[in-house]
């Protein structure tokens, strides 16, 4: 009860103060009513406060502890190992200024303290700071730290060996080579080859030296050659490395030969001049040294075209001088068909130059028929009927994009289906779906970012399905309007199954915050009520509703609200009263847009002479504020190929 009596007895002590020292103190006490008895075999609550230098200073440290007295009405309390309330127990240092211990109680096991009395601590806690410098006095153990080549060691313990620098690297590990093709993976490495005898290959990317051999060496794509430094200047290209005339290196890794051969078979020795006969009989051009190629007869299919010459030969067209057309006629005829019978791709269209303002893609078409499009994807399996995709590298703002040119009515993206529309992402800083409305074309002032039709208009739903605090099925960051009624609705707790319970928001003509609760009177006839310390930050001009518990009673505000707390008087003692207080709302928001206190307003230009719900005033809904005279209804698609 908050108007019990107590009387308290304190004994404060502490134990082994050096290595083990717990970091706690002893407190001890017996609880007494207003007619001496003791309070015996009860849960109490307590309040511990540690203030520092004098018996107002800050407190640097609180706790809580719920204890039941024993028979005598004795508890025990550990000042330091009570539940935290402000502050660290660990963080006091007891060795500057003076401290005070604050005592506050509920007997009834509550959290309504009254307090108890303060008084200053003596000697005994500061055995704790004692802890502390003898554990600095008797750090001794200093040992030495020596560093031999790389191996670290320390006087009375183990050592390490520190790494070294540089890696060496060989075949398979940053370095390919097969045959006589060296492929470099990993160009910031040391690559070293040697060959038999003294022929060896060197060098540090990107530059190769051969020696103990010719200086004329070819090189390939990628590769520039000076004397005998090879240079690979695409370093993720093949390095081949061939001699001129009779001179090449070959070989397999580890060993290199370099040997002297002559691969051409010629009188002159001269590898440029090789003279070979021409002949064609039928159409079939032979090479006299070489293989031979049959001809196309002229004319023939787009399939000949493709193979002349070879196979797939053909299949280039350098389009230099004006589009290649199709000129197609007939009813319901095809202009280009591409039929896939395999995995791949029907038709692709690649733009490659950065600076093109031209799409990959172009399709047009004038027809008035609703069930037509310049550009249908069809699909019969798993697959999309349309993707469009940014790659991660790209700066496009949208994979699909959709442009109404209509002044009034018609959509930029329709989607029609079980869902109409739908929008995912994984991003916590995205959005599923995100729609706004610029407001840019008059009458201004009316526009709607995303609008929604149904039984439920638009539905949100948090992913937790309430079950984390912080989340929101709908959340308006900003003013929240509704011309309907309010409404929290759950399952009926009596028929859940078959009913629902709604509950209806409060209106009133003023921003208001609501608080209320129930408090006991002391004996003096008094209740102290404690507001949220946030009260006053985002609250103004309170009024007070007071209501008598147990009796009649004059009850009255002693003390209005100050320093987030206020008083109620006239009451008895055994008493309890029902208060609610109920304040302007007056935070940041509020603060810096007091325009949105108002309460009757002119409607804007573009909204006289419509309503919210014009069927309630005999209006047709053409009045209405958000009326769309666009109106979707096909049900369907009737996709053609």
């Known amino acids: 009860m908050r108007n019990t009596f107590y ?52 407190a640097v440290y609180a706790e809580a502890h719920n204890i039941a007295s024993n028979n005598l009405g004795l508890v025990n309390l550990d000042i330091g190992a009570g539940t935290g309330i402000a502050g660290m127990f660990s963080n006091i240092n007891w060795g500057s200024g003076t401290y005070y211990i604050k005592l506050e109680m509920d007997a009834s096991g509550g959290t309504n303290y009254l307090l108890m009395g303060i008084s200053q601590l003596l000697s005994v806690p500061y055995a704790l700071n004692a802890l502390t410098a003898t554990n600095v006095l008797n750090d001794n153990d200093a040992q030495n730290l020596s560093l031999n080549g790389n191996t670290l060691s320390i006087s009375n313990g183990n ?20 045959g006589n093709v060296i492929s470099n993976t990993a160009p910031d490495q040391v690559v070293s080859l040697t060959g038999v005898g003294s022929s060896t290959v060197t060098g540090t990317y990107p530059n190769f030296t051969i020696s103990s051999v010719g200086t004329n060496y070819s090189a390939g794509s990628g590769i520039s050659l000076l004397g005998t430094i090879i240079s690979n200047s695409a370093p993720d290209q093949v390095v081949s490395l ?50 031979s190629v049959t001809l196309s007869t002229g004319g023939g299919s787009l399939d000949q075209a493709y193979d002349f010459g070879g196979a797939g030969a053909g299949k280039t067209i350098t389009v230099d001088n004006g589009p290649v057309t199709l000129n197609v006629s007939g009813v319901s005829a095809i202009g280009l068909r591409s039929d896939l019978s395999n995995t791949g791709t029907a038709i692709i269209a690649s733009s490659n130059t950065s600076g093109n303002t031209f ?24 697959a999309w009927g349309v993707s469009g995709q940014v790659q991660s590298t790209g700066l496009a703002q ?54 929604g039709k149904g039984y439920y208009g638009i539905l949100g739903e948090d992913r937790y399905l309430g079950g984390q605090a912080g989340a929101y099925g709908v959340l308006s960051n ?19 199954a078959n009913k629902v319970l709604r509950h209806f928001s409060v209106e009133s003509n003023e921003v208001l915050n609501i608080y209320r609760g129930n408090a006991a009177f002391d004996t003096n006839g008094e209740a102290v009520i404690e507001m949220p310390e946030y009260f006053a930050d985002i609250n103004r001009n309170p009024t007070y509703q007071l209501t008598p518990i147990g009796g009649p009673g004059q009850l009255y505000i002693k003390k209005k ?33 007091p325009a949105q206190r108002e309460v009757e307003m002119d409607k804007r230009d573009g909204q006289k002479g419509k309503y919210f719900m014009p069927q309630l005033f005999g209006q047709p809904l053409e009045k209405g504020m958000f009326y769309n005279d666009v109106k979707v209804e096909q049900k369907e698609l009737s996709l053609q190929k």
């Open 7 to 58: 009387t308290l007895l304190l004994f404060l002590f502490t134990t082994g103060l050096y290595a083990q020292a717990p970091q706690a103190f002893k407190y001890q006490a017996v609880a007494r009513d207003n007619s001496g008895q003791v309070i015996a075999n009860q849960s109490i609550g307590f309040r511990i406060s540690i203030l520092q230098n004098s018996p107002t200073g800050t």
């Open 359 to 382: 799409s990959a893609i172009q399709a047009s078409t004038n027809s008035t028929s609703n069930q037509a499009s310049a550009i249908i994807g069809n699909s019969s399996g798993t």
């Open 478 to 496: 900003g003013n929240l309007g509704a011309t309907g009624t309010k409404t929290f609705i759950i399952d009926h707790p009596k028929d859940p």
């Open 242 to 291: 061939t001699g001129n005339g009779s001179t090449t290196v070959t070989g397999t890794y580890p060993n290199f030969t370099i040997s002297s051969v002559d691969n051409v078979n010629d009188a002159d020795a001269n590898p440029t001049n090789e003279i070979q006969s021409l002949t064609l009989v039928g159409n079939t051009l032979s090479l006299s040294g070489s293989n």
């Open 398 to 451: 949208a994979a699909v994009y959709g442009s109404n040119l209509r002044t009034a009515g018609g959509h930029g993206v329709m989607g029609i289906g079980f869902n109409g529309t739908v929008g995912q992402t994984n991003y916590s800083s995205g959005y599923g779906v995100y729609a706004e409305n610029f407001d840019a074309v008059a009458p201004l002032g009316n526009g709607v970012g995303a609008a």
């Open 561 to 593: 609200i100050e320093g987030n707390r206020f008083v109620i008087a006239g009451g008895l003692a055994g008493m309890e009263v029902s208060w609610q207080v109920t304040a302007e709302r007056n935070d940041a928001y509020l603060k810096q847009n």
């Open 159 to 178: 050592s390490v060996t520190l790494p070294g620098g540089g890696t060496a690297y060989t075949a398979g590990s940053g370095v390919n080579i097969t």
